[in-house]
């Protein structure tokens, strides 16, 4: 049986689950070993319904019977070798550095990335999203869950935009980001050429009210979209600005000069994918 319980917080077996509070610190220890952390039942369960393999699991005993599906299918604890670790909650607490109340947590082997042509060459694909430099987790999570939920078929993001496979973005995401087709670009903004020469128009959402509003270009829109969401605060970059062949902006009322970029995501995907 591979239930393992654990007292010790500097055992060495839990390398990967310790101090996941320091973000700087996990963004850069995560990526190159190869893993990612996928935090509460529903978020582990989507990520192996989507293929991805467990290293470890980390929980409290009394979580074990109802996560014992997902260990049956991924032969772990008494159902093979996929190691899982237990612990009391006060001990979770002092290991990951915050309240383990969603059940468990799983380490996962970080999926290799697909390449641009196999996320946005595929039949049927209309609109992308590309997020530019985006720094915050929870706004990366949350565009994803709304790709997902109102039709966007797939996401780019930039050299410098925060991990999408992060753990708080996988959670604010509800784990769409496992469902949603995405990869990393390799430079930006000379990207945008190889995706213009994929038939995609390139347009930027801007508050700016020079751009042409949503509801316009919209109507009709052309075939394919790719609408890049710039970074929190500056919005669009100047550079990548001038390489866009439009600029959209969503029209504000009551004074407010523009919306959070997960929340402006959401209005721009409803209008674009509206079938």
Known sequence: MSVIEVEDENDDRLGEYLRLTDVALRSRIEPG????????????????????????????????????????HTGAGPHGDVPVFIADEPLLRSITGFHLHRGAIAAMHRPPLPSLDDVIGRPGCRVIAILEDLVDHTNVGAIFRSAAALGADAVLVTPRCADPLYRRSVRVSMGTVFQVPWTRLPSWPES???????????????????GVSLADFCAPRPERVALVLG??????????????????????????????????SAVAFWALCAR
């Open 33 to 72: 070993l190869g893993v990612y952390l996928a935090e509460s039942m529903e978020v582990i369960r989507r990520a192996v319904e989507a293929g991805h393999r467990p290293r470890s699991f980390l929980m409290a005993g009394r979580w074990l019977e109802a996560m014992d599906d997902v260990l049956r």
């Open 192 to 210: 945008l050429d190889a995706i213009r020469g994929r038939g995609f128009a390139v347009v930027g959402l801007d508050p700016d009210p020079s």
């Open 231 to 264: 970074t929190e605060g500056a919005g669009v970059a100047r550079e990548t600005s001038r390489r866009l062949d439009l600029g959209v902006r969503i029209p504000m009322a009551g004074g407010v000069d523009s919306l959070n970029v997960a929340a402006a």
